[in-house]
């Protein structure tokens, strides 16, 4: 990883390019994050930093964490995420990232919590098909059918799709694009959807895959 910022989700619009073709972006409030910590090769084994996002009053935080941003001397944040990085020495204790740490046309990855949806079914939590609503197949169409053999395996595979508790879950979306940049404002426009509510937390990095 080369760079990564943390940012909040606002929600979705499009824009136009210059040949006037519609493009659907999501709006995310990228930043301002403040470098909290720097890990180092010798010191830890890997290089990374990490950076906080939001702010919050220092009443609301527990000891240790607010003695972990005394001791880096920065503001109390709401949110922290690590970065791994390629090489942290462009980096120091205290410096501001902001949205031009992405420009325009770049390849990046987006991670954030999607939307819980609560306990679902197979149909809808896995797309199963349901069977037919008529000539004897009721009670209930939206069964999820059989379960296996009865004499071998005796059993029902793991990983089986079954109703149970759906979204609510770590999910990254790779190879979006940058469409638009608001400096002063920290927004990013990326084209597409990407995981999470309105006012989510998201993650965004350089894309794996670019």
Do not use: W
């Not at 989700?9 to 990228?30: L, R, S, Y």
């Not at 180092?40 to 972990?68: C, E, M, S, W």
Request: glycine share 14%.
């Amino acid at each position: 990883m080369k760079k990564g910022i943390i940012g909040r989700k606002i929600g979705m619009t499009q824009i136009f390019d210059e040949n006037g073709k519609v493009i659907p972006v999501t709006v995310v409030e990228a930043g301002p994050c403040v470098v909290v910590q720097k890990k180092t090769q010798q010191n830890d084994g890997y290089d990374a930093i990490q950076l906080g996002f939001g702010d919050v009053r220092p009443q609301k935080l527990v000891k240790p964490l607010k003695g972990h941003f005394e001791k880096a001397d920065v503001a109390a944040k709401k949110f922290l995420r690590e970065f791994r990085m390629d090489d942290c020495s462009g980096y120091s204790v205290g410096d501001i990232i902001k949205a031009d740490t992405f420009q325009c046309g770049d390849i990046i990855d987006a991670c954030g919590t999607s939307k819980g949806k609560g306990y679902a079914g197979a149909i809808k939590r896995h797309g199963n098909a349901s069977l037919r609503a008529s000539h004897g197949t009721g009670p209930v169409a939206r069964q999820p059918g059989s379960m296996g053999a009865i004499s071998d395996p005796s059993r029902i595979f793991k990983g089986k799709g079954m109703a149970g508790h759906m979204g609510a879950e770590r999910v990254t979306i790779q190879h979006l694009e940058v469409v638009k940049i608001d400096v002063e404002n920290n927004l990013i426009a990326i084209k597409g959807a990407i995981p999470g509510p309105k006012g989510g937390v998201v993650v965004l990095t350089d894309s794996k895959k670019a």
